[in-house]
Every structure is written in C-alpha cells, then in structure tokens.
C-alpha cells in the first residue's frame, strides 16, 4: 500500500479538524481538550528555530569567510525585500479601490473584538524610535536576546561569531564542525517533528472553527474574498514574474512548498515552517550562507503578505467609515507601512500592531480593527502562506543574483 505523502496527512488533518469544530461550534471544552495539543506542537518547532538558525549562519558565514562578502550579500537582500514589499503595498491597496470591500457594510452588524493587547504592544513600540530599532539589532547580552527569541540579535551575533570562525582558520575547524552536526542534528529532529504535524493542526484548525464558525465570515465575506484574491495574484503574478526573471517557475515552487504551504496555512505560523524551508532551499542548490541569512531576515523584513494585508485593511475601515482617502493620503499611507512594517517585525499579532501603529497617522479610526480582529485568524492563514513564498523565492533569487546555479526543484519532489 502506497505510503500517504506528508501534505495529504496534513489536508486530512486540516479537514477533520474544520468538521470537528463546525459539529462543536460554540463548545468551550473542545478549545480546552484541543488548545494545549496544538500549543505543544508550536513549542516544539520554536524549540528547534533558534538553534537551526545560529548553527547555519555561523557555517554559512564562515564559509563565506570575510566583512566583504557578507556585507554584499546582507545589501543585496535589504534592497530585494524593501522593492517586493513595497510592491505588496501597492497591490493591496490596488485592490481595496477597485473592489471597495468595506463600501457598504453595516457595522451595526459586525462583532467587536477586543484589541487591548495589540493597543498596549503597539503604544509600546510606538515609544521606541526607528533609530532604536537598528541599534537594539545589536545585542547587549546575547542570552537574553536568545531567550527573548529576538530573532535580528540572534542573527547579527551569529554572523558576527561566524566571522571570527572564518577568521581565526584552521584553529575555527572544530567549531564549524560543532556547528555543521548541530544543524544537521536539529534538521533531522524536525522531520521527526513533521510526523506529527497532521494531529497539531487539527488540533489547532478545530480550536479556530469551534470559536468562530464559518458564520462569522458572512459580514465580511467580501474584505476575505479581496484579501483571498489580492494574495493569490501577487504570488502568481508578482512573485512570478519575479521568480521568471530569476530563471525560475513559480509553479514548480509552489508544488515544491506544498507540505510547508499546508502546514503554514493551516497553523498561520511562519515559524512552524522555517527549518523545513532553509533545508529544502538548499537541496536545491542555494549556499548555506544565502538560506541561512536571507529566510530568518526575511521574516523581519520580508512579510510579503503582512504587508499587502495591512494595505487592504486600512483602506477597508475607511471606506467602512465612509472617509475618502486621496491620493496623497494613499502615498503617506505606503511611506508609513513601509516604516512600521519593519520596525516592529517578531512581535505577537504583528499585522493588527502594525495596523495600530499606522491608522492614526493617516487619519483613519484605529477603533475599527475592533470589528476585523475576529476573523483575523483567516487573514492570518493566508498571510503566512504567502510569507513563506516570498521568502523562499527570496533566497532563490539573491542565489541567482550572486551566480549560483540551482537545480529544477522537481527533481527533489521526485526524490
């Protein structure tokens, strides 16, 4: 009998985990029987990011062996991730005047949610300047940023450590060597993981449909469909574009990804997914020093589908307030999200903080996220998985940018 691939383990968890939470909709015990499964499952891909993480950058930079070279490649990435982003910004708010999704709708009978947790982080970050963003990239106390899991510390001191590996030459051998069967340890730890994954997302899926419904969708069934459709395009076409110039298909990217693009939507974490994209960017031929610097940076700087959300919603609430948003406004709108898009990357409901910190500056109510929050779950899943996309595309294309041949992805399905 055949073996059952990984993505259809995780489509059948995914199913039964939506008709279990339809039949109990409303059943508070089925958030306290499911809830810690899910939550253990989520804990155990954070337990093995961090060490993965450190391990291969201080391989893959010390394979690259001096300032220079990292220098180079660390401009490349920035300038790749501020034009995609940018981009996401534009098609979002493309897509919010031409389909108007918030035109029309009755708030009277919308559910409000309770959004004090994202008012207190956003106020909270708002306090710190752009400036001290930058600096606190730079870590004072190494552990304390591990176990913050301040992931831009982690990877400028990785990189910082990879350096000295480089430099120090022969004498570096056994801590790359230390190093190298540390990421591979934990690589190996992560597929082991990956069994699992189809009982962690049914728990988690079950969890979101027996609090919400499906109903809870209908009031604002047309701002769900625009995002649907505003992601769908941007992977296909922007990123397609992209990925052609790259001399790559999207497509055959996107078959590639499809056990991390179900376990990403299905979890709407990033994260649960992140180890199982560096490793496959690299079977594919990107160099361990691009995988492990360009997809941890890039889930900072790179939230591709974050950012083409925060666009969308923000005109949405002030068309659902009836305010109009000129032209200029729009552009403020596209200068400020570029800012705090990135200023306040790693931090618990980042797109609804960042939605906080960007409303008020444009004149848009930032009380109306009230009426959102509740379906953000959805928009969340869909968020993440063009995140991973556009990450893994990302490294593929500063690969191709620095001269790297990579190998047709499909043969790696095949194997």
Excluded at 64 to 84: A, C, H, Q, W
Excluded at 249 to 271: C, H, R, V
Excluded at 302 to 307: H, K
Excluded at 357 to 376: H, N, Q
């Amino acid at each position: 009998m055949k073996k059952i691939s990984l993505a259809w383990q995780i489509f059948i968890g995914l199913v039964l985990g939506i008709i279990v939470g339809g039949i109990f909709y409303g059943n508070p015990h089925v958030a306290e029987i499911l809830q810690p499964i899910g939550n253990i499952f989520i804990r155990l891909i954070k337990m093995i990011v961090v060490p993965i993480v450190i391990s291969s950058i201080i391989v893959g930079v010390a394979g690259t062996g001096d300032m220079k070279t990292l220098g180079k490649l660390g401009g490349k990435t920035l300038i790749y991730f501020e034009i995609i982003t940018t981009i996401a910004i534009v098609v979002g708010l493309l897509a919010a005047n031409l389909f108007h999704p918030g035109t029309g709708v009755d708030m009277s009978h919308l559910t409000k949610t309770d959004i004090n947790t994202y008012v207190e982080t956003a106020e909270t970050t708002q306090s710190h300047s752009k400036i001290d963003t930058f600096v606190n990239i730079v870590p004072t106390n190494i552990i304390q940023s591990l176990a913050n899991g301040d992931m831009l510390a982690i990877i400028f001191f990785s990189a910082m450590f990879g350096l000295g590996v480089a430099a120090i030459g022969e004498k570096g051998q056994p801590l790359i060597g230390f190093f190298k069967g540390t990421a591979d340890a934990m690589f190996y730890v992560t597929n082991q993981i990956m069994k699992v994954a189809p009982i962690g997302v049914f728990a988690l899926i079950g969890v979101t449909v027996s609090k919400f419904g499906l109903s809870s969708l209908v009031p604002l069934g047309k701002l769900v469909l625009v995002v649907y459709g505003a992601m769908i395009f941007f992977i296909i076409v922007v990123l397609g574009i992209t990925a052609k110039i790259a001399g790559y298909n999207i497509f055959k990217l996107l078959k590639y990804l499809k056990d991390e693009l179900l376990l990403g939507y299905s979890t709407a974490s990033s994260e649960a997914v992140l180890p199982r994209i560096m490793e496959k960017m690299e079977k594919i031929g990107c160099p361990k020093a691009i995988t492990s610097f360009v997809i941890p940076t890039g889930y900072s700087f790179n939230l591709d589908g974050s950012t083409l959300y925060q666009a969308i919603a923000a005109l949405f609430i002030a068309q659902m307030y009836g305010i109009h948003m000129s032209i200029t406004h729009q552009i403020t709108l596209v200068l400020v999200l570029m800012v705090t898009s990135k200023g306040i990357a790693g931090v618990p409901g980042v797109s609804l903080v960042v939605l906080l910190a960007t409303l008020g500056s444009v004149g848009i109510p930032a009380e109306g996220l009230a009426f959102i929050a509740g379906i953000d779950r959805i928009l969340d899943m869909a968020r993440t998985c063009v995140n991973i996309v556009g990450n893994s595309l990302a490294a593929i294309v500063i690969s191709k940018w620095e001269g790297h041949n990579l190998k047709d992805s499909s043969e790696n399905i095949a194997a």
